[in-house]
């Protein structure tokens, strides 16, 4: 069966600071992979996704990008953090090129910028 | 521009009752239509889904509503419990999409 890892939690780090998230999906081969913010209290926001290995499409200009180094890894990076990066990212995954359903989540990572 | 707009925002009923969170889309391309259903500190999890060619699907106490010439579709919750207590959200998209337009989400709280 599929499975998809998200890791860390939680993070608590200070403005300024690099980020790393990293997301993989197990039992499956080139998956859509998806990142999400959630803001407290708010809806879905879609940052990137990746149909295949090296490839990006950016939905919300900011202060994040996204890398897909392998076919089953999804990385959420910053530079240089700032406060109203905070919130709950979510990555998420689909089985394969043009298809948007069966979209599965991951759990989550709460990121506090202090 | 959301492409999905949904209501209420937030919910509160009491156990037994029957909410109803309702949700509207302007592209008559969707043609798929799930709700997920998302505790707190969780990622959301599907819940039910449905396609444009029936108006009704049941899975369990959720039922979707689907209205295709109002372009709206609504989740029903029957006989509601406290476990139920959860945020919502609808989504859609087309076939040969490559990702889901979602909700703005609606907080339900169920009290006992």
């Known amino acids: 069966s599929q499975t998809i890892h998200q890791w860390p939690a939680t993070l608590v780090q200070p403005v300024g600071s690099p980020l790393s998230l990293e997301c993989t999906v197990e039992?499956?081969?080139?998956?859509?992979l998806y990142w999400y913010r959630q803001a407290a209290g708010r809806g879905l926001q879609l940052l990137f996704y990746?149909?295949?290995?090296?490839?990006i499409s950016s939905e919300v200009p900011q202060n994040l990008s996204a890398s897909r180094p392998q076919d089953r890894q999804f990385i959420l990076s910053s530079k240089k953090l700032l406060l109203s990066d905070s919130g709950f990212y979510l990555c998420a995954w689909t089985p394969g090129y043009n298809r948007a359903d069966g979209y599965t989540f991951g759990s989550g990572t709460r990121l506090t910028v202090v | 521009q959301q492409q999905v707009k949904q209501s209420p925002q937030s919910l509160i009923v009491q156990k037994g009752g029957i909410p109803i969170i309702n949700c509207a889309y302007e592209n008559t391309a969707f043609d798929y239509f799930p709700w997920y259903q998302q505790f707190p500190g969780k990622g959301p999890a599907l819940l039910i889904a449905?396609?444009?060619?029936?108006s009704e699907k049941k899975e369990g106490r959720f039922t979707i509503s689907f209205n295709k010439s109002a372009k709206q579709f609504s989740l029903h919750i029957m006989d509601s419990q406290p476990g139920d207590s959860a945020t919502y959200f609808c989504?859609?998209?087309?076939?040969?999409?490559?990702?889901?337009?979602f909700g703005t989400g609606t907080r339900l709280t169920v009290i006992p």
């Open positions: 039992g499956t081969s080139n998956p859509n």
């Open positions: 990746s149909v295949g290995i090296g490839q």
């Open positions: 449905i396609r444009p060619d029936v």
């Open positions: 989504a859609a998209t087309q076939t040969g999409a490559n990702n889901l337009f």
